[in-house]
């Protein structure tokens, strides 16, 4: 909220990076910011992502044309999925699979745990060194939906820690 708050793009970074800092006593070192539809464009690039659905998710807001049906349990996610999943945190009143909207849900705690835990099973699998065959389809969606402030030669380090094993999901964590 404070990067739309303050008018988004490079005035929006900078006033997220004063209020992370004010968060966590110090500010981060790079950003890389996401276009709500790459998430999905980029499961869908790498075949889909094995994921743990950790609640059956039933819910319709028609005013946002948004419809979210899940069914719980580990199974491979689409894009399409992905960006339901990443997006729920409260079942409709109606749904008989309890975290009803009246009874709080999950909330955006609870949302935002779904979204990190998603955010791991994504990197490990886009890390899989079969998806080297999907790297032009990777690197496009990279290009048309993330903005980063990481140089051409960081983006290469990281991607060199990737290739050689130096980097996994266990490096990743989240505040």
Request: glycine share 10%.
């Amino acid at each position: 909220s404070v990067y739309n708050a303050s008018g988004g793009g490079e005035k929006g970074i900078q006033a997220l990076y004063q209020e992370i800092a004010q968060l966590v006593g110090f500010a981060p070192d790079f950003q890389v910011v996401i276009e709500w539809e790459g998430v999905g464009a980029i499961v869908d690039a790498i075949g889909g992502v094995w994921f743990d659905v950790p609640y059956f998710m039933e819910y319709d807001d028609p005013l946002q044309d948004l419809h979210i049906y899940q069914p719980d349990g580990y199974r491979l996610l689409s894009g399409e999925d992905a960006m339901q999943v990443i997006r729920w945190r409260e079942n409709n009143n109606s749904s008989t699979h309890g975290y009803r909207r009246a009874d709080g849900g999950i909330g955006d705690s609870g949302r935002m745990k779904i979204q990190q835990d998603f955010l791991k099973a994504l990197i490990q699998q886009v890390l899989r060194p079969e998806n080297i065959l999907n790297i032009r389809e990777i690197l496009s969606v990279f290009r048309e939906n993330v903005e980063t402030d990481l140089s051409l030669r960081n983006l290469a380090w990281f991607a060199r820690q990737a290739v050689d094993g130096g980097f996994s999901t266990e490096d990743v964590e989240f505040f």
